[in-house]
């Protein structure tokens, strides 16, 4: 996928450690849809997983955010 930065995503690219840890772990909606769209997957179950994944190591506002995609439901 092509590099751009109109979102603050996790396909960004970066230059260093400090960016990459500066950088948001979830995809913005142009990449989501790209993704969805080539590997046919349920964008509900990924952020029900994520959010599995972020209370299990302590994230509660990424878990919250994940919650919140979630019950929307793209």
Known sequence: M???LD???LM???NHLDELDSRSFFLCPVCLRKLRFRLAFDVGKRFEDLRRFCLARG???DAAWSARKFAEKP
């Open 2 to 4: 092509a590099h751009y």
């Open 7 to 9: 979102y603050n995503c």
């Open 12 to 14: 960004n690219g970066v």
């Open 59 to 61: 994230l509660q506002p």
